[in-house]
């Protein structure tokens, strides 16, 4: 893949570190409230100590990898630390660079350390504005590092065109004021070269020069878009592809909008314009920028994966006279019958797809995770987060796994598939996050069908049959509850089948172990493949961890298996062992000596199927006799390419292995 972002703090410093690694985070992710966005979704992982005296790092397995480091006086004042870093990331490796910032002063005693490196001194922001500030100056050393067509990127900074109609006071104000935020900002003027197109200017040539590394601001006052030379300039900008930010600043408004300064993201200035105002300005237009280079770098790799030759790539939506361009170019071309044009971002609507599609010999295509049809196939989905000590371990966080939820979902819906899923009905739980995912791309390809059935064991759904009943009624156009009934060998213990049964005693606990048993068995039954993703290894309710059963049964049902063990958890155990076979002991989390001592009544649960005579299995005698090898999870995947899915921690690259199985199967 080609980028990973890596943020890493001490123990110590978890109080300051934390929020400003979680905000660039979630800038560099998909927003998860809405998923349709323009987003980047770029990788990003987060290494911190927590029963560590020193963070596990995630592997350097991208062809770029930054690291930026929280330093401060906790990190200068531990010997080890600072030796761990001097070995484990300032070491120059190819295609890997640290950038350090400093949360304190005495963290600048480290420079001689590692190398005389510049530091991000995040302490001299003010607090009010700390992480925009820490966001933009890491945005900034993304883009120079990697995403900049400069090879010298040390010396580039991001040019931004400030594109305003100067007959109008408030939009000349408010580029003034953006001009001089940034010429009065020593460490600004590092990042941003900001130029304010004067009339005369020959705008065709500047940006000609600069086209790679430059962005545009529209600042749309009341007579913006009525201006020859303002229209001059967004046409020029469209036509290069240059990234643009739309800034309203509208007072009155204006009798008509300018059709071609649509299709952009827009920012809506609605107070005064004060500092903190323009430094979000400028974050968005970084992080703009940095999405039109990130997506053609990633359509670049996925297209040689999947042999895409010949085509045509934007990074935002294209426009109808971005078509018509393409058109004539295959009229004027007797060799060339059709042209395909890809865009780097998520589903367009029906309604403008329709549009886009006028012109029969240009396809318009979204370019997504996975392009296979699976109309009338039933995908289960078996993902839950493993615990935050093993979550901590790979670098992620909750967050990781709720994105990674409603892109398995959104990718499966949009290829026709039904999902099958096995879980509760918690508030923000990956039941929810499935279902939320179904109704947007519902509502947004405009198609009525049950996309998510949703299997419940007894006596789960009993537990509150208001809130069971309220979900049917929210979801009801989207999903299909199944409530699965006891296990028959378990009726003797049962006193009411129509009470909730809470799993305090031997037996009851028993009970819902069977119970669950019966769920998985019957909506493992349905399925045509299953996908796993991490899993808690302790702290279950059936007789061995979920997902762990889910892929045992899946087994014995002869059901294709694709496990994502880069993300941790019990299925990360499960590769593990399938990769080393019996060439090595047993991960300790499938050792029933690890599970009774980590598990709360493991012991008197296998006792207890023993008294009833039920086989239940120690976790040596499952994995041997079941045999979990590679041939058995019958997905289509060659064996290189199955380490290669169960060491991914990178969406693309794991759909991209899986729809190639699915290919395979289903072709």
């Known amino acids: 893949m080609p980028l990973q972002l890596i943020f890493l703090w001490h123990r110590s410093d978890e109080v300051v570190a934390k929020p400003l690694a979680e905000y660039c985070f979630a800038m560099f992710s998909r927003d998860k409230e809405y998923p349709f966005s323009y987003s980047m979704n770029l990788p990003v992982f987060m290494a911190r100590s927590l029963d560590y005296e020193v963070p596990l790092i995630p592997p350097f397995d991208t062809e770029n990898t930054l690291i930026f480091p929280f330093l401060s006086a906790n990190v200068a004042a531990d010997d080890k630390w600072v030796d761990w870093l001097r070995d484990h990331v300032f070491v120059g490796q190819m295609g890997v660079e640290a950038i350090p910032i400093a949360l304190d002063q005495d963290a600048l005693y480290l420079n001689d350390d590692f190398g005389g490196i510049n530091f991000i001194r995040s302490y001299e922001f003010e607090i009010s504005m700390r992480m925009d500030w820490v966001f933009v100056a890491v945005a900034n050393e993304v883009f120079r590092r990697v995403l900049s067509s400069d090879s010298l990127h040390d010396m580039l900074s991001l040019k931004i065109f400030l594109s305003h109609r100067k007959q109008d006071s408030t939009g000349l104000k408010v580029a003034i004021a953006i001009k001089n935020f940034i010429d009065s900002k020593t460490t600004l003027q590092k990042f941003f070269d900001a130029t304010s197109i004067e009339p005369g200017d020959d705008f065709a040539t500047i940006i000609e020069r600069n086209v790679n590394d430059s962005s545009l601001l529209a600042i749309q006052s009341d007579g913006y878009s009525s201006s020859y030379w303002c229209q ?75 042999g895409i030759k010949d085509c045509t790539f934007y990074s935002r939506v294209p426009e109808l006279p971005e078509i018509a361009e393409e058109k004539k170019n295959i009229d004027g071309n007797v060799t060339k019958m059709d042209s395909s044009i890809y865009y780097g971002g998520t589903l367009i609507y029906p309604d403008e797809r329709e549009v886009l599609n006028m012109f029969s010999n240009v396809h318009v295509k979204t370019f997504e995770y996975m392009d296979i049809d699976l109309r009338g196939k039933k995908i289960g989905i078996s993902i839950s987060g493993p615990s935050l000590l093993n979550q901590t371990k790979m670098g992620l966080s909750s967050k990781h796994f709720k994105l990674l939820a409603q892109d398995m979902a959104r990718t499966f819906l949009r290829q026709n598939a039904t999902l099958i899923y096995g879980g509760d009905l918690r508030q923000d739980g990956f039941t929810e996050h499935l279902f939320e995912e179904a109704r947007i791309v519902q509502d947004r390809l405009k198609e009525k069908s049950c996309y998510v059935e949703n299997y419940i064991a007894w006596p789960i759904y009993l537990k509150d049959e208001d809130e069971t009943k309220r979900w049917k009624v929210r979801y009801h156009t989207i999903a299909k509850m199944h409530h699965v009934e006891p296990a028959e060998d378990c009726l003797d213990l049962i006193l009411n089948p129509t009470v909730f049964l809470e799993p305090e005693t031997e037996a009851n606990r028993y009970v819902w172990s069977r119970c669950l048993t019966k769920m998985r068995e019957e909506m493992i039954e349905k399925c045509d493949a299953r996908i796993c993703v991490g899993g808690r290894c302790a702290g279950y309710s059936g007789r061995m961890p979920g997902i762990l059963e889910e892929i045992l049964v899946a087994i014995k049902k002869e059901k294709p298996i694709f496990l994502l063990g880069g993300f941790g958890g019990i299925s990360e155990c499960i590769c593990s062992k399938i990769e080393n076979g019996k060439a090595v002991s047993f991960p300790n989390e499938l050792t029933d000596s690890w599970q009774e001592k980590h598990t709360s009544g493991y012991s008197d649960l296998k006792a207890y199927y023993a008294k009833k005579n039920m ?26 390419e199955n380490r290669r899915l169960f060491r991914t921690r990178y969406v693309e690259e794991a759909f991209y292995l899986i729809e190639k199985g699915m290919k395979k199967l289903w072709a």
């Open 232 to 306: 001059k300039e967004i046409l020029l900008a469209k036509k290069k592809r240059v990234p643009i930010i739309l800034l309203d600043v509208l007072e009155c408004g204006e009798d008509r909008s300018f059709p071609f300064l649509a299709n952009v993201p827009t920012i809506r200035l609605s107070q005064p314009l004060e500092e903190k105002n323009i430094l979000y300005i400028l974050a968005r237009i970084l992080l703009e920028t940095l999405r039109f280079r990130y997506v053609k770098y990633l359509f670049d790799v996925l297209s040689s994966w999947r």
């Open 615 to 640: 086989d239940f299995h120690g976790y040596e005698n499952v994995t041997v006799d079941l045999d979990i090898t590679f041939d058995n999870l019958r997905n289509g995947l060659t064996e290189a």
